[in-house]
């Protein structure tokens, strides 16, 4: 069981309120991810829920007990750190075992969930070593391991994967992944990198300076973002915003249209503009677009075999069914 | 990446590390070797430097005429008593600064700090008065305090830099393991910190150990350490040179065994954090 609510909870520090008045639920063995800008209050909020911080006000439950007031050990959340924060001191195997130690469990049990975490994780051959003797992903998979084996009501993960390089991202992420659906517990993810978000998150929690922007699944996100900030957050390359005549003419102030939704030719099409930088991915192609009379910048997602050079003219049609059109205050207009 | 040092440098580099070593070394070295002289040897003129007949009379002569051994014991005592006993004050001290720092820590630690500028003969008189009125005077226990409390700002201004270079992370990571705080201390910091609290341990051993003004001012006979040992050589009705050099090898000799052996010990604490 693992389900969290939070309840007009609010967070200053001093005289800077960082989390304004916000609710949330998170239901049991959903992943559910934070993301937003650096200093949004993301990293803020999850330590709120791991009871590192206290709340200046409102309440945090958990499986609908009050756990406002209730130490960090006691709340029966396992947290992994960016850093890893793995003991240099243990090895490994102690390293696991810490939490179960001090919980009191009987050092037989310990060790069948030791060899048990070990195994899943790939660590079998390492549980003798220090820490310091381990590579980033084998210290983030001992940081993971300390966390399951305590069979926690939820996880908590703070940007676990920014240590790591890409090809190794991607991995872990996947066994992130594939450990939430073994164990069907809880977990709140805490990312900047809102492709970690996009792919893990069952729900996304998107922030902004502490208020929740919008709350939804990945798809609801892309496909009906709440506001611009939600629209350019979400999606990679970043939506292209477009604002005056051109937006009066779908009846909004500023409308969105994602690269991806755009076709691109080198004889006709509504809009044109002049290529300034191609970057080829194989599979995709990036045309950075200039002098188009619509935004300062603009991005499209091409096929990969499309071969635009820098300088050359193209013309671009935007797939009516999927503009964006948002209000003066960027809120969406349905 | 190393820089890129020359042959010649490197030699003359070298040579100045010695010359200045040396430099340094050299009254410890005058004094062990006039302790192998005869006190006639000792003061002529011009210094006779090693062609000299060694003699071991100071160390017997010193050995007959005072008590080496309670003097000694007197020492271990003081020094490790009031190390100990700082080190129990300080961890908590200093791990609260480090962790939980409040607006006024910085104050805190500089204000500790200033009390180390306040010349000693300062406060002989009031703590004189203190411990006459305590019974404290002349015994080990009233030496241990007060060298205790002379010590503290060193010993939790060490702590404090050993701890600060502890990431937070992995306290906090202690404490979401269930770790109470006692545990969070127990397991988690002091064996991380322990190279840094044992080159804290062992240099304010060494301070208690060579501490003067206080040992001297505050003991007679009972209580009184190697420090007045030495300082019983030196008396007004002539200066007796080997016998003095004799007392005084043999009241640094301990000190100099424990530090040569843990001086690996020594060097890593001090550069504790300094490289990772």
Redesign the interface.
Known sequence: MGQIQLNQVTKRFGSVEVIPPLDLTIEDGEFCVFVGPSGCGKSTLLRLI?G?EDVSSGHISIDGVDATET????RG???V???Y?????MSVRKNIA??MR??GIDEAEQNRRIEAAAKALNLTDYLERRPGQLSGGQRQRVAIG?AIV?EPAAFLFDEPLSNLDAALRVGMRLEISELHERLETTMIYVTHDQVEAMTMADKIVVLRAGVIEQVGSPLELYHAPRNQFVAGFIGSPKMNFIEGPEAAKHGAHTIGIRPEHIAVSAESGPWSGVVSVSEHLGSDTFLHVHDTGLAESFTVRADGEVNFRHGDRIYMTPREDVIHKFDAKGLRID | MARAVTKNRKIINTAAAWAVGLLIFFPILWTVLTSFKTEATAIADPPVFLAFDWTLENYSVVMERSDYMRFLWNSVIIAGGSTILGIIIAVPAAWSMAFVPSKRTKDILLWMLSTKMLPAVGVLYPIYLMFIELGLLDTQFGLVIVLMLINLPIIVWMLYTYFKEI?G??L?????????LR?EVL??LT??A?PGIASTLLLNVILAWNEAFWTLNLTAAQAAPLTAFIASYSSPEGLFYAKLSAASTMAIAPILVLGWFSQKQLVSGLTFGAVK
């Open positions: 791991a590192l130490p960090p050990a006691k959340l396992a947290m750190f960016q850093s924060a793995l003991y240099p001191h810490f939490p001090m919980a300390r305590r | 990431p992370e992995i906090e990571a202690a404490r979401m393991d269930g770790a109470s545990e397991y988690i064996p991380m322990i």
